[in-house]
T-cell receptor, first 113, second 112 residues
């Protein structure tokens, strides 16, 4: 089955700086890669996603890049703000027409004032 | 549209008991997936249902089972509870594959 590795497990950055979180996946058939943000005590919420036919996607301060050959994808957050502090999860959904996400272990992003 | 709802929100059981959790997806969503979230293992996929059929299954023992009804509502059942089953159980619904999965608030299960 699919295996998703996520690094780092904790990331501390100064407010206003950029943050980068990286994930690798094992199943070359995976075709959908979402990123979720989970604040303490709340449910995961999608912040951005990318499909396997696209190399990069951007939404304001957030961008995701996908390298299918190397089987890795990354989340980039620019101009970080205190409200960006949360746990971020990457995930991969394999092909075959069925849902069911394999998640990375999560990155605790800490924005230092 | 109302979001994904889960009941109950909190549950305390003892070892050996069984439990049933319920999930109501967003109206019109036919896919429901279940996940277990623990501090040590993170978010792990349990199973996914679409039009009352289990389409996909994670690597969990047979004590974990589920079903989906004709109105897309889903239940998951855990039999012979173990201490290690203590976790937050999240369900998520989606409109089509692959697309955004919307998560419910979760059911916090504590096994004593």
């Amino acid at each position: 089955g699919e295996n998703v590795e996520q690094h780092p497990s904790t990331l501390s950055v100064q407010e206003g700086d950029s943050a980068v979180i990286k994930c690798t996946y094992s199943d070359s058939a995976s075709n959908y890669f979402p990123w979720y943000k989970q604040e303490l005590g709340k449910r995961p919420q999608l912040i951005i996603d990318i499909r396997s036919n696209v190399g990069e996607k951007k939404d304001q301060r957030i961008a995701v890049t996908l390298n299918k050959t190397a089987k890795h994808f990354s989340l980039h957050i620019t101009e970080t703000q205190p409200e960006d502090s949360a746990v971020y999860f990457c995930a991969a959904s394999s092909g075959g027409g069925a849902d069911g996400l394999t998640f990375g272990k999560g990155t605790h992003l800490i924005i230092q004032p | 549209k109302a979001g994904v709802t889960q009941t109950p929100r909190y549950l305390i059981k003892t070892r050996g008991q069984q439990v049933t959790l319920s999930c109501s997806p967003i109206s019109g969503h036919r896919s429901v997936s279940w996940y277990q979230q623990t501090p040590g293992q993170g978010l792990q996929f349990l199973f996914e249902y679409f039009s009352e059929t289990q389409r996909n299954k994670g690597n969990f023992p047979g004590r974990f089972s589920g079903r989906q009804f004709s109105n897309s509502r889903s239940e998951m059942n855990v039999s012979t509870l173990e201490l290690g089953d203590s976790a937050l159980y999240l369900c998520a619904s989606s409109l089509q594959h692959p697309s955004e999965q919307f998560f419910g608030p979760g059911t916090r299960l504590t096994v004593l």
